[in-house]
Every structure is written in C-alpha cells, then in structure tokens.
C-alpha cells in the first residue's frame, strides 16, 4: 500500500489536534515554547515519510504521558486533598531512622550532613537519565520487537496514570521541602534540585536547575516515580532477553533509587510505594494484555506502527 502523506481526513484531524492542544494549554497556563516544539515535531513526523509517520504514532503513547503530566498544572493536588508533609516524614523516621549522636534522622538529613563529592557525581548522572534512559529503551524496542514496545509503552502510561490519581488523593511533600519550609503548607512554592545542586556546582552547569524549575507539581512524592521508571525498563528487559544488558538496567535502577534518597528528593517509603505500584500493573497488565480482546487490540495498534 503506498504511502498517502496528505489526505482530507488526516489534515482535518492534525489540525483539530493542534489547534485542541493550543487552546487547551492557554487555558491551563500559558502557551510555551515545548508546546509549540511538540505541534512542529508532530507535523514534521507525520508528514515527512511513511517510517518517521510510524515512529511517531508509536510514540504518541509517551506524548500522551507527557500531556497529562503537563497539565496537572492546572489543578494543584493540594487543592483537591489535604497534603501530607509531616506523616511521611515521621514514618520515614520511625522505619529508617538513622542515629547521629543523640539525635535520630532521616536517611535524607543524614545524607544532606555527610555527602561526597563522588557520590553528588554520581547520583547527578544517575537522575539525570531518569527520562532518557526510559525513551532510548523503548527506541530499541521499536525497531526490534514492536510488541514488547506497545506493551512497555502502555505500562509505562498505566503508571504513570495511576501515579498520579495517587498524588492528587494522598499530596506528599518531598524531603527537601521539610528541610526547606517544615511542616506548614505555603503554596506556590517551585520546584527545587535539593541535593542535586551539588551536582550543578560540581561541573558548573544548573542543569538540574533548569530541569526542576519546570516542575508541574511540587507535592508529589509518593509513590515515587523515580523508583518505578527504572523497574519496568528491566521487567521487558528480562522479557527480551538482554541477559548482560540487564545488569546494567538493573544497576542503573538501584542508582536511581539510592541518588533519589541521596538528594532528598524522595523517602524510601515513597521508593517503596512506587515499587509496589509498578508491580501491580505490569503483573495485571501482562495477564489482561493476553486476553482476546485486548491482545487484538495491541496488535491492531502494532500495524499502525
């Protein structure tokens, strides 16, 4: 079948699709300047080839992904739930509480007094792959098995859902904002490097400055989804059978959860919770997904790929 780069119903659709996203974000906050990049890349893909048409319908899951993350703007958690600042603080003590003299702390206080110069290095470089690591996986995928693709791509986005139904019924403050604020709600506060900016003034660029700046919701911290990015790259890892590779994911996955405590981004009972979820959906999905009807679907969606 040759490949038809404009017809009516196309031109309609990414035009209704555009103009819905340009409205949509002007109504949640303000139209910026990757919403404007993500419509160009949109077109340029779609438009360009039939291969670059493909790989961005494949993609449009993470898209999607990012829409929603993006918008959550528009409604603050803490409007919708009584945010949580305190009790996750007090039950992180009282699991991992670390004993420094006559005082007991946090494992993220006691990281953010005895920190290495190394191990900010490291935790910097671990983190800042969080997202790219995830999306050069699932390149991988694309090319070489299309399945294990669409079915990584929709847990990556069925966790990433129910992420963040969990924020907005139980709001959690991150370590860094008792360290920062204590236990009382201020609202509008931005988002923050925390530990991080060691990692900044160590090769002198605020990359994660700038990352953090951009952050839709502050609130956020449980279940983590730091820790539950990493375990699904090396569940379809392991069902791909990477054999070596994995090591390395699985490296990259204990990184990740040991450089989100170190920085005091994220409590271990925040890690805890988004392993648990991540485990509950990639278990449920794998089941659901080899039904009939849903495994039809996967592959309908395979074809347009």
Same mark, same amino acid.
């Given at each position: 079948?040759?490949?038809?780069? +404009?017809?009516?119903?196309?031109?309609?659709?990414?035009?209704?699709?555009?103009?819905?996203?340009?409205?949509?974000?002007?109504?949640? !906050? !303000?139209?910026?300047?990757?919403?404007?990049?993500?419509?160009?890349?949109?077109?340029?893909?779609?438009?360009?080839?039939?291969?670059?048409?493909?790989?961005?319908?494949? &993609?449009?899951?993470?898209?999607?992904?990012?829409?929603?993350?993006?918008?959550?703007?528009?409604?603050?958690?803490?409007? #919708?739930?009584?945010? %949580?600042?305190?009790?996750?603080?007090?039950?992180?003590?009282?699991?991992?509480?670390?004993?420094?003299?006559?005082?007991?702390?946090?494992?993220?206080?006691?990281?953010?007094?005895? %920190?290495? @110069?190394?191990?900010?290095?490291?935790?910097?470089?671990?983190?800042?792959?969080?997202?790219?690591?995830?999306?050069? +996986?699932? #390149?991988?995928?694309?090319?070489?098995?299309?399945?294990?693709?669409?079915?990584?791509?929709?847990?990556?986005?069925? #966790?990433?859902?129910?992420?963040?139904?969990?924020?907005?019924?139980?709001?959690?403050?991150p370590p860094w904002y008792v360290q920062l604020y204590g236990f009382d709600l201020h609202i509008g506060v931005p988002g923050n490097r925390a530990g991080l900016a060691r &990692?900044?003034?160590?090769?002198?660029?605020?990359? &994660?400055?700038?990352?953090?700046?951009?952050?839709?919701?502050?609130?956020?911290?449980? @279940?983590?989804? %730091?820790?539950?990015?990493?375990?699904?790259?090396? +569940?379809?890892?392991?069902k791909k059978g990477l054999k070596k590779i994995n090591i390395i994911f699985a490296i990259f996955m204990l990184g990740i959860w040991f450089s989100a405590v170190y920085s005091s981004h994220h409590y271990i009972i925040d890690l805890i919770a988004?392993?648990?979820?991540?485990?509950?959906?990639?278990?449920?999905?794998?089941?659901?997904?080899?039904?009939?009807? &849903?495994?039809?679907?996967?592959?309908?969606?395979?074809?347009?790929?």
């Amino acid at each position: 079948m040759s490949f038809k780069r +404009f017809t009516k119903k196309n031109i309609i659709t990414n035009i209704i699709l555009a103009i819905t996203y340009v409205l949509w974000n002007i109504f949640v !906050g !303000g139209l910026r300047s990757e919403h404007v990049f993500l419509i160009v890349l949109w077109f340029v893909m779609f438009y360009a080839t039939e291969k670059t048409r493909k790989f961005i319908l494949g &993609f449009s899951i993470f898209i999607i992904y990012w829409i929603i993350y993006d918008s959550m703007r528009i409604l603050p958690n803490y409007k #919708v739930s009584q945010a %949580h600042i305190r009790q996750p603080y007090e039950y992180e003590k009282s699991l991992f509480g670390i004993a420094d003299g006559n005082t007991l702390l946090t494992p993220n206080e006691y990281f953010a007094l005895y %920190h290495k @110069p190394f191990l900010d290095l490291l935790s910097g470089l671990f983190y800042i792959n969080w997202v790219p690591v995830p999306l050069a +996986f699932g #390149v991988y995928l694309y090319f070489k098995d299309k399945y294990i693709f669409t079915k990584f791509s929709l847990v990556f986005l069925l #966790v990433n859902i129910f992420g963040f139904i969990i924020y907005y019924i139980y709001p959690a403050a991150p370590p860094w904002y008792v360290q920062l604020y204590g236990f009382d709600l201020h609202i509008g506060v931005p988002g923050n490097r925390a530990g991080l900016a060691r &990692f900044d003034n160590l090769i002198g660029i605020p990359v &994660f400055k700038n990352i953090y700046n951009k952050n839709a919701n502050v609130l956020a911290a449980m @279940p983590s989804l %730091h820790a539950t990015y990493p375990l699904i790259v090396l +569940f379809y890892g392991i069902k791909k059978g990477l054999k070596k590779i994995n090591i390395i994911f699985a490296i990259f996955m204990l990184g990740i959860w040991f450089s989100a405590v170190y920085s005091s981004h994220h409590y271990i009972i925040d890690l805890i919770a988004g392993v648990v979820l991540a485990l509950i959906v990639i278990l449920l999905f794998e089941k659901i997904s080899e039904k009939p009807f &849903f495994n039809k679907k996967i592959q309908s969606f395979i074809k347009q790929i």
